[in-house]
């Protein structure tokens, strides 16, 4: 069964820094390309970043450039998203995604973790 997990969400003060992982199971995640999205109740899913599955081509949102960094771990079937500089428009639940083709958008992934909650607060 090929299953994505993340981890490593929580709650931080706005300047802070986590860092994000996804890992695969039943599948192997380097021959994927990997996004990041996220959401808040009420509005639609939105691209963070993603790394291309050849060659490690990172691409991110206007909103988080700078301020986040997409990466393969090359010993784990594992992408890392970490998060510096949190702000409170950051919060939203985190998903990592598993596709053919690197992208922002949504439906062009086939395979999807259950998500963890960032929150950004005082």
């Known amino acids: 069964q090929r299953r994505l997990v993340e981890s490593g969400g929580g709650l931080v003060q706005p300047g802070g820094s986590l860092r994000l992982s996804c890992e695969a199971s039943?599948?192997?995640?380097?021959?994927?390309?990997v996004g990041w999205f996220r959401q808040v109740p009420g509005k639609e899913r939105e691209g963070v970043s993603f790394?291309?599955?050849?060659?490690?081509?990172?691409d991110y949102a206007e909103s988080v450039k700078g301020r986040f960094t997409v990466s393969r771990d090359s010993n784990k079937p594992t992408v890392y998203l970490q998060m510096d500089n949190l702000k409170p428009e950051d919060t939203a639940v985190y998903y990592c995604?598993?596709?053919?083709?690197?992208?922002?958008?949504?439906?062009?992934?086939?395979?999807w973790g259950q998500g963890t909650q960032v929150t950004v607060s005082s």
């Open positions: 995604a598993a596709g053919a083709i690197a992208s922002l958008e949504s439906k062009r992934y086939d395979y």
């Open positions: 790394i291309t599955r050849s060659y490690g081509i990172r």
């Open positions: 039943g599948f192997t995640l380097s021959d994927y390309a």
